[in-house]
């Protein structure tokens, strides 16, 4: 199946980037979300990150008006009707996911797949929603989504390998690298990085250095372009806690437990750079 219109569910920072990155490799995109306020909000980032390449000379303002020509506003969920592929970028919820899998598969067509950018809930729990298991798969975008080039491609359990191939082939039309990856909690990438975060919670928890010292010690030793707790700002503090709690919750092991310095600042509102403050504070 080659897929030409896709439609992106949610337009926040992961939904927008991915609406961009689809328009900008020749798709006709609809970006959608439950209020035009979101939709346009999100449209407003895709024009602020194409401003940018264009004040660099890496983009006409041709290319430009071509590319932002190609993404249609959306409030409207049966926009869907005729779309090859649907990548849902909702709140990182199940009862919220699995609700619009179910209205996604009564209006999607027979052929459409059926996307996630989940960054760790289960594939297999969202297909079970729908009549087209075979048909849903996971798509999981690195944040920010024009730089970053590797997608997580997860299989369900009933995922057909006809389904995989097409998503694969796809993400690489968007000059990306897909990795194939199986349905386990957190999959790769945040099994990996989210334990390491919160270690380096626990670290500032125990008075083991301050802050600066451990985003230090793992920038200048490891060679990682950000340390984890300026890391953790970026991607939200309660996102954060949010993962370690499915992958304690998945593996029902003790060392992903979340660290209570995390849960405190999560209580406080203290949730990162999008709140003004989190380990570091920021001008919003």
């Known amino acids: 199946m080659q897929v030409k219109q896709v439609m992106v569910i949610g337009a926040g920072q992961m939904g927008s980037g991915i609406a961009q990155v689809c328009a900008q490799s020749g798709y006709q995109v609809f970006l959608n979300d439950i209020k035009q306020e979101l939709v346009d909000r999100g449209l407003g980032i895709i024009n602020k990150n194409l401003g940018r390449q264009l004040e660099k000379g890496r983009l006409s303002s041709e290319q430009k008006e071509e590319i932002v020509g190609r993404i249609q506003a959306s409030t409207d969920i049966n926009d869907a009707a005729n779309v090859d592929l649907v990548i849902e970028a909702a709140v990182e919820n199940m009862e919220i996911k699995a609700k619009i899998f179910q209205q996604l598969d009564q209006i999607a067509p027979a052929h459409a797949i059926l996307a996630s950018n989940t960054s760790s809930l289960p594939i297999t729990e969202i297909a079970a929603v729908t009549k087209r298991p075979d048909k849903v798969i996971g798509m999981h975008f690195m944040n920010p989504v024009p730089v970053m080039k590797l997608v997580e491609i997860i299989r369900g359990l009933a995922t057909a390998d006809q389904t995989y191939e097409t998503i694969s082939e796809m993400t690489k039309t968007l000059n990306k690298v897909p990795v194939e990856v199986n349905d386990f909690p957190g999959f790769v990438s945040n099994r990996v990085l989210m334990p390491m975060i919160n270690e380096a919670i626990y670290t500032l928890y125990e008075g083991v250095a301050t802050k600066e010292a451990i985003d230090e010690v793992m920038k ?65």
């Open 220 to 284: 200048l030793g490891m060679n990682h372009p950000m340390g984890p707790l300026q890391l953790a700002d970026f991607i939200g503090l309660d996102t954060c806690l949010y993962i370690m709690e499915v992958l304690h919750e998945g593996f029902g092991d003790s060392k992903y437990r979340p660290c209570p310095l995390l849960r405190k600042y999560v209580k406080a509102g203290w949730l990162g750079c999008k709140t003004g403050r989190g380990f570091y504070t920021y001008d919003k």
